[in-house]
């Protein structure tokens, strides 16, 4: 059974910093595109940052220059580092993995860490 483990999440003060990390685990063959989402409250979940398999990043761009999503293979790790956080990045963080085993693709969520930012 493959899933995503997430941590790093927590209370900060503006302008501070936080790294979140999403840990797959179980008989993985190849990751593809990694990516990282938010909720927050009251608003519909979207599309933070992306990275694909040859190492290219996207941002949405409420958080151009400040996050930076990367990656381990080796450890099968996507990280989100995310610095002069600001109250508006106050969310649940998810991570989202296209993970192949040896007989199936799937799409994985994690279950999702509280990031909250207080002014």
């Known amino acids: 059974q493959v899933q995503l483990v997430e941590s790093g999440g927590g209370l900060v003060q503006a302008g501070g910093s936080l790294r979140l990390s999403c840990a797959a685990s179980?008989?993985?063959?190849?990751?593809?595109?990694m990516g990282w989402y938010r909720q927050a409250p009251g608003k519909q979940r979207e599309w933070v940052a992306r990275i694909d398999s040859a190492g290219t990043t996207n941002y949405v761009d409420s958080v151009w220059g400040r996050f930076t999503i990367s990656r381990d293979n080796a450890k099968k790790t996507v990280y989100l580092q995310m610095n002069s956080l600001k109250p508006e990045d106050t969310a649940v963080y998810y991570c989202n993995i296209v993970v192949f085993t040896s007989t199936s693709v799937n799409d994985l969520w994690g279950q999702g860490t509280q990031v909250t930012v207080s002014s």
């Open positions: 179980g008989s993985i063959v190849r990751m593809n595109t």
